[in-house]
């Protein structure tokens, strides 16, 4: 029975053997481990000259809400195995994820590690955050922290488009901007 049990549980433990866990940002605060899973429908990276590697996830405005999330992963580090406190294969990387709403915006920043599953230059990329920490850096209008400190984790997979990471990254940035500025001045 017990080696039934191992084997069952043995694909879980292995990591990255079909075990997709998919993002979660779960606040500090949180006592019963109830988490925001952003949903991502468009997910890309590229690898600059250096070998950084830059993820950028972006959802879709939510229903009626007018939410936008979008999230850039910047792995700063080439690979190096065994180096890294976690596990042999994590590399460290910073995280900003910013969420758009009609009433302002917000900007939580942080770092982590993460794990690259494929090759340089693999076309589709699976990754898993090990483990990485967010916090409000930023805010304008009338945005609210709903999340406060939170821990971040969790897979994803991403395409390798350099020319649509870049200009997905550059429309981010812009809308950001905009919707600070305009929130700033909506404010009495």
Sequence with gaps: MFLVLGLGLLPLLLGGCGYFRPLSIIPVRSRGGSALQPHFQQAFYYVTRDGTYRFILKS???????????????????????????????????????????????????????????????????????????????????????????????DFTADRDPRRSIAMLLQARRVYFIRSYHTRLARP
């Design 60 to 154: 879709k405005p939510a229903g009626n809400t007018g939410v936008t999330q979008i999230m850039v992963i910047r792995v700063f580090w080439k690979p190096v195995p065994g180096l890294t406190p976690i596990l042999s294969t994590a590399i460290n990387a910073t995280f900003e994820y910013i969420v758009i709403t009609p009433s302002g915006t917000g900007r939580y920043s942080g770092a982590g590690f993460i794990r690259l599953h494929n090759g340089k230059h693999a076309a589709i990329m699976h990754a898993t955050l090990v483990d990485g920490d967010l916090r409000l850096t930023a805010s304008s209008g009338y945005f609210q922290n709903a999340l406060g400190p939170s821990r971040i984790r969790g």
